[in-house]
């Protein structure tokens, strides 16, 4: 740059010495927002911080869209007001897909991870098909500040264990992970501490539990692995899939299962299942295994 600078710009007008030098909110707004748009969010908010020209600059509406899903209108249509959303700048989209989003009576979840822009998904426990779900005797709903819909359901003690869960979205373009959060045991607070109750755990020692995914497109995905870590939250990947047409509907078929009648299990909460791309599923995966989990 400093070889194409005039002389008038390293002189004053008298051309006596340098004067004041160029700085970066000399730098025009446009040009700016040019290189932010190749910045990952929390950078470009970072960035807006240092002057007013950063500032105008990273509220470009081309910026934020390219962060955005490829299919965000249709996610807008499906859980955000459309009146709202009509008069926001797409900076204030992205802010708002950011925040989890409820549809469907509340028992499904749907946000944007703010890092990567990647469209991520949960269904509570309230959302799933749960066999004897309703006699109290095998399972009860619970409240709790540990769940994202504050509310997990209980089971303490049953022969038939299965639990199936179906969800119909147009989710962008990508590869996606399935999980199922868990936990062996009751946690509770007491005196401001964290406790667990374990009295009800029995069972799932004894043969594993079996993962199932399918897709309206012919994928399938199996895995099997025993239940354990009571008293800490794990997440038990299914399986992966890809979405390859994001205009389409596409239909995930889930359940877990543990259906050997010859003993009982128990002592199990369930929050929820949860949809992250798989970039945010791999790194569950590799916490899960310095963690000694599934």
Same mark, same amino acid.
């Given at each position: 740059m400093g070889a194409n600078l005039s002389c008038a710009t390293l002189c004053d007008t008298n051309g006596e010495g340098p004067s004041s030098k160029p700085r970066l909110g000399d730098i025009p707004e446009s040009c700016l927002a040019l290189v932010l748009m190749h910045l990952d969010p929390p950078d470009i908010c970072k960035l807006a911080r240092l002057n007013r020209?950063?500032?105008?600059?990273?509220?470009?509406?081309? !910026?934020?869209? *390219?962060? #955005?899903?490829?299919?965000? =209108?249709? !996610?807008?249509?499906?859980?955000?007001?459309? =009146? $709202?959303?009509?008069g926001l700048e797409k900076k204030d989209?992205?802010?708002?897909?950011?925040?989890?989003?409820?549809?469907?009576?509340?028992?499904?979840?749907?946000? #944007?991870? =703010?890092?990567?822009?990647?469209?991520?998904?949960? !269904?509570? *426990?309230?959302? #799933?098909?749960?066999?004897?779900?309703?006699?109290r005797r095998y399972w009860n709903h619970i409240s709790t500040e540990e769940s994202r819909f504050h509310t997990v359901a209980y089971l303490q003690q049953i022969w038939w264990f299965e639990i199936d869960g179906e969800f119909e979205f147009e989710f962008p373009k990508g590869v996606y992970s399935l999980f199922f959060r868990l936990q062996l045991g009751r946690s509770s607070k007491r005196m401001g501490r964290r406790v667990c109750n374990s009295e009800h755990i029995h069972g799932w020692d004894i043969?594993?539990?079996?993962?199932? #995914?399918? $897709?309206?497109?012919?994928?399938?995905?199996?895995?099997?692995?025993?239940?354990?870590?009571?008293? =800490?939250?794990?997440?038990?990947?299914?399986?992966?899939?890809?979405?390859?047409?994001?205009?389409?509907?596409?239909? !995930?078929?889930f359940s877990m299962t543990q259906i050997d009648c010859t003993h009982t299990k128990g002592g199990l909460c369930v929050d929820a299942a949860f949809v992250y791309p798989s970039s945010i599923g791999s790194e569950i995966c590799k916490m899960n295994k310095l963690a000694g989990q599934h």
């Open positions: 020209a950063f500032r105008g600059a990273s509220s470009a509406d081309f !910026i934020w869209e *390219s962060k #955005l899903p490829s299919n965000y =209108k249709f !996610i807008c249509e499906k859980v955000l007001d459309e =009146k $709202t959303v009509a989209v992205y802010a708002r897909m950011c925040r989890p989003n409820p549809f469907d009576d509340g028992t499904k979840e749907v946000w #944007l991870d =703010k890092n990567t822009g990647g469209a991520c998904f949960s !269904i509570s *426990s309230k959302g #799933l098909a749960i066999t004897g779900i309703d006699d043969k594993p539990v079996r993962f199932q #995914l399918t $897709t309206s497109d012919g994928q399938r995905a199996a895995s099997e692995c025993f239940l354990d870590n009571p008293g =800490k939250w794990v997440y038990y990947h299914v399986g992966d899939f890809v979405v390859d047409r994001p205009s389409e509907l596409m239909k !995930i078929k």
